[in-house]
């Protein structure tokens, strides 16, 4: 059992930052892929971004490639999204998920655990 929690969002303008956090706690941290979805009313949840285990591979989707940026501390159980130039359309909530499988990365159904997910809003 691995527990989430996500933190660091909230209202920012277009072409802004945020930073958000997902702390884990419970198993093995490394010993999990971990993804961040989002979803916005109305919508499929959609994948954003995972990290390998060990942080040596990462994957973003196509409409956030060269603005979001996922890593990960094992030591302090921790995975961060660096998020730039936001825009509009990035509103959503935001979740974390911890996968334990070795296939199908960015499938929603792929993981294991979520966090409750935390609101970017971003305005124009």
């Known amino acids: 059992q691995v527990q989430l929690e996500e933190s660091g969002g909230g209202l920012v303008q277009a072409g802004g930052s945020l930073r958000l956090s997902c702390a884990a706690s419970?198993?093995?941290?490394?010993?999990?892929?971990i993804g961040w979805f989002r979803q916005a009313p109305g919508k499929e949840r959609e994948f954003v971004a995972t990290?390998?285990?060990?942080?040596?591979?990462?994957i973003y989707t196509d409409s956030v490639k060269g603005r979001f940026t996922i890593s990960r501390d094992n030591a302090k159980n921790t995975v961060s999204l660096q998020m730039d130039s936001l825009k509009p359309e990035d509103t959503a909530v935001y979740y974390c998920?911890?996968?334990?499988?070795?296939?199908?990365?960015?499938?929603?159904?792929?993981?294991?655990?979520w966090g409750r997910g935390t609101q970017v809003t971003v305005s124009s």
């Open positions: 419970g198993r093995t941290f490394s010993n999990y892929r």
């Open positions: 990290i390998s285990r060990n942080g040596g591979s990462t």
């Open positions: 998920a911890a996968s334990s499988k070795y296939l199908r990365a960015t499938f929603p159904s792929t993981y294991d655990y």
